[in-house]
């Protein structure tokens, strides 16, 4: 007998085969699972059921104990009626966070667990430890060092710290007369020693670390350590992406020009009749456009100069309380502290700066409160606010008062203040180390 010998696919052919039958199977399985899913979503089990997983902050409120609703339809009534109020308060709160769910729940962790070691090392007669002061345009720096000291989050013991706090303060070397030069080789020593003196820096090349500074200068002082502007987080009021800032690492410090001369503004919007105002010292390329382009305006209250104290006692901050929106150019950096003033006075913010990563963007939503506009848009200012419709803002109004407690400092630090706001920026980034 002669043996019959199979004829085999062409190699191509068999390949060819397998790609069809992998296809047939991959669609059969895509048609199943959108057959399921539309299925389970009409499903009314599901949209009902009691046992459904809730989202992280969505707990069953529970009744007041001095509440009686009664029995029955009465009871659930009132559970509905509860659950209604908290998500009012909730929402009349949420308007000017980006994710006000993920917001109170870190702020609460934040609390409980966040603990910063800050190094004992300096003299606090010299540059060190202490503020310089807690008045004037720069104390947010003073306020920052000292609420942090009175603070449940410093530790004694680095092992539980997640951040190491470098207490240096470039302030008081201004106020000493030192030069930038030398600030320069001052905290590049100061910072070696502790690399040299402790192993917390070595593990994480600075990771882990932050320095706080209000003063443009102290910015530049870091210059002399490259690991420090790299690596460190550097809690600053002039937070310019053109200048080397890292909005993922860094962190905007509001510049807060303290005391406030005159009490908050808010709820009065029936007194601010004038569309907007601006007075200060032409420091800047967008300054001397914004006084050229609208200082003659009868609708824009726009002075080329800061206003002269002897035309009236505290004329300039009064001006605050009868405006709508308050102009807030960049000066000699991006940032200025007529932003704190215009907020602190019910006054609508309206930046004009570029470059500027405003304080607290990535948990406020400064669009909610304020107006946001490029330097380019000085030449439509006035068409740009007089397009703002008075429902519009209100609305803008209505929301600046909410974010008012979290521009100003306290001593003591209260919740949701400056301070505390600060301390959950650096809790944010907290959690990008790990080592």
């Not at 008081?172 to 030069?181: A, N, Q, T």
């Not at 150019?329 to 570029?354: E, F, M, T």
Request: net charge positive; proline share 5%.
């Amino acid at each position: 007998m002669s043996a019959v010998k199979l004829q085999q696919q062409p190699p191509f052919a068999a390949l060819c085969t397998l790609r069809r039958s992998v296809l047939t199977v991959a669609i059969v399985t895509l048609v199943s699972f959108t057959y399921l899913s539309l299925k389970s979503l009409h499903s009314p089990s599901l949209l009902s059921s009691p046992t459904t997983t809730s989202t992280a902050r969505s707990v069953q409120p529970s009744l007041p104990e001095d509440v009686d609703y009664g029995d029955g339809d009465n009871a659930e009534k009132g559970v509905v009626l509860e659950r209604e109020r908290n998500e009012s308060d909730d929402k009349e709160e949420d308007d000017v966070y980006h994710f006000p769910k993920v917001f109170r729940l870190n702020y609460e962790e934040m609390l409980k667990r966040f603990k910063v070691y800050v190094y004992s090392d300096g003299d606090p007669k010299t540059y060190y430890q202490t503020p310089r002061k807690l008045t004037g345009k720069y104390a947010s720096e003073g306020y920052f060092f000292q609420n942090l000291r009175d603070s449940k989050f410093v530790t004694d013991d680095p092992d539980r710290a997640d951040l190491f706090f470098i207490p240096i303060s470039c302030h008081k070397m201004r106020g000493k007369g030192i030069s930038y030069g030398n600030m320069t080789v001052i905290v590049r020593d100061y910072v070696e020693g502790l690399m040299s003196k402790y192993p917390y820096w070595n593990r994480t090349l600075g990771a882990d670390h932050f320095f706080v500074t209000c003063h443009d200068v102290g910015v530049r002082a870091t210059e002399g350590l490259p690991n420090l502007i790299k690596n460190s987080i550097r809690v600053v009021c002039s937070p310019s992406y053109d200048v080397g800032f890292i909005p993922h690492k860094d962190v905007a410090l509001p510049q807060v020009l303290q005391p406030f001369a005159l009490p908050a503004g808010g709820n009065d919007i029936e007194n601010r009749t004038t569309l907007g105002f601006w007075a200060g010292h032409r420091n800047s390329k967008i300054r001397v456009i914004l006084a050229r382009v609208w200082e003659n305006d009868t609708e824009l209250d726009i002075s080329n100069n800061r206003i002269n104290r002897a035309t009236g006692h505290l004329v300039y901050q009064r001006r605050f309380y009868r405006t709508k929106f308050c102009i807030c150019p960049g000066g000699s950096q991006v940032n200025s502290a007529r932003i704190a003033d215009s907020i602190h006075y019910g006054c609508i913010p309206v930046i004009l700066s570029n470059y500027y990563d405003l304080p607290f963007n990535d948990i406020l939503n400064w669009h909610k409160f304020s107006v946001v506009l490029k330097e380019k848009d000085v030449y439509q200012l006035k068409q740009i606010l007089k397009n703002i419709t008075q429902e519009e803002f209100v609305r803008l109004h209505n929301n600046l008062v909410k974010v008012q407690k979290h521009f100003h400092w306290n001593s003591p630090a209260v919740s949701h203040d400056a301070f505390h706001m600060i301390m959950y920026e650096l809790w944010l980034r907290h959690h990008v180390i790990k080592y």
